[in-house]
């Protein structure tokens, strides 16, 4: 069974910087797409960067280019997010999630088969 734990959340100043890393086990993560999704309060989920399972492709939500990176070590079994310049309309609870087989850019909890438990993200000076 899937096991995702996010971890490298926290309060941070406007202009500032986390990573975010996401432990992963359970299933055979060298060979999965992943992803991060981030809800904010009051709002829906929002797909934010997605990484193939050798890292030839990532994406993002324009929001973030530039700023975020997303990024994997497959032999640690291991998903990070790099977040600089963070804003406060970065503040979120955000997840790392394995999209279902075709699912781009998902902004629903079906479009995920796999989400860890989340890591609280708060900018604020």
């Known amino acids: 069974q899937a096991h995702l734990v996010e971890s490298g959340g926290g309060l941070v100043q406007p202009g500032g910087s986390l990573r975010l890393s996401c432990a992963a086990s359970g299933f055979a993560f060298i060979n999965s797409r992943m992803a991060w999704v981030r809800q904010a309060p009051g709002k829906a989920l929002e797909w934010v960067a997605d990484i193939s399972y050798r890292s030839f492709t990532r994406l993002y939500v324009d929001s973030v280019k530039g700023r975020f990176t997303i990024s994997r070590d497959n032999a640690k079994e291991t998903l990070y997010l790099q977040m600089n310049d963070l804003k406060p309309e970065d503040r979120a609870v955000y997840y790392c999630?394995?999209?279902?087989?075709?699912?781009?850019?998902?902004?629903?909890?079906?479009?995920?088969?796999?989400r860890g438990q989340g890591t609280q993200v708060t900018v604020s000076s």
């Open positions: 999630a394995r999209p279902k087989q075709g699912v781009v850019r998902g902004t629903h909890l079906d479009d995920y088969d796999s």
